[in-house]
Structure formats: C-alpha cells, structure tokens
C-alpha cells in the first residue's frame, strides 16, 4: 500500500511477502554493522520478523517502518525508513536502512524528509528522536542534514551499548 512517494522514491508498507528483500537487507555488512544482527536466516524468520514488529506497529501505532521502493527501476525495493515507539524513548524514533549499493545516494535523506513531514501532518507528533552508533558518522551527518540534533547518550537496550540520541520538535 503506497504511503507517499517523493521525486525517485515510493514509500509503501511492508508486507510478508517482503520478506524476502528483509532478509537481504538485514543480513546486509551495513545494517549487521550498525543496527545489529537480528538472528534472521531464513525468509520464515524475515516474515515473523516483519509480522511481529513492522507490520503490528502498523495497526498499534498507526505508523511503522516501510519499503522504499525505486520509481526508475519498476518499483524495486532498495531498503527502508520509518517511525518506531521504542518502550524505552519517550518520542517516536526515526530510522532508515538502505542496500549497500543504494548507500550514499540522497535516498535516506530523501525518504526522512518525506517521513517527517507524515509524523508532523498525518501523525501529529509534535518531537521526533533518532539514535546511532557514536561510529556511524553517515547516519549522524544524514540527522543533522535533517535538522535533529544531538542531546545526550543513552543506553536504550539491553546490550548496553551508548548510542547517540539526536531530536527534532516538529
């Protein structure tokens, strides 16, 4: 289902049978790199994964993460961008994800422009936060291109891993 769409982009929600294009992009060197290894093997993982997170977030929140979809190559998924509630964030978090070679590209720059504009208009979210690895120096320049900025680090999860915490009031 088309959620918006931008100059090169649509942006749609996931469904099961994405799962196989999830599997490819969380098993990608970036994603493992900075977002984590999420256990996902198989395509039925990728399709529990996206039912249980992506998919119920949907129906809980109204919003979730979605498939970014390239308007010049017939619609091929190239990775994703959304909104999450995190229980341990007090705002929705932004993310976003794309394969490695649509990396770098003004996609996710593209796409978060888009998604922030929903999270204000069709969410009415009045903050949005992101949070990243100290490392992931791509992500942290793409969050300050979109006008979030850094307030303190947090350790979210339990890994306990300090992650970088950035926001925007909408």
Known sequence: MLVAETHRLFITKFTENDAPFFLELANSPTWIKYIGDRGLKTISDA????????IKSY?????????????????????????????RLEHVDLGFAMLPEYEGKGFGFEASEEI???????????KILAITLPTNSKSVKLLEKLGLAFEKRVKPFEDDEELLLFAKTL
């Not at 399709?47 to 992506?54: P, R």
């Not at 979605?66 to 909104?83: D, R, V």
């Not at 922030?116 to 009045?126: G, P, R, V």
């Open 47 to 54: 399709k529990n994964y996206l039912k249980e997170g992506t």
């Open 59 to 87: 129906t809980e929140f109204g919003f979730g993460f979605y498939k970014l979809q390239l308007k010049a190559e017939n619609g091929k998924p190239i990775g994703t961008c959304g909104l999450v509630k995190r229980d």
């Open 116 to 126: 922030l504009e929903l999270a204000k208009n069709q969410f009415h979210l009045d």
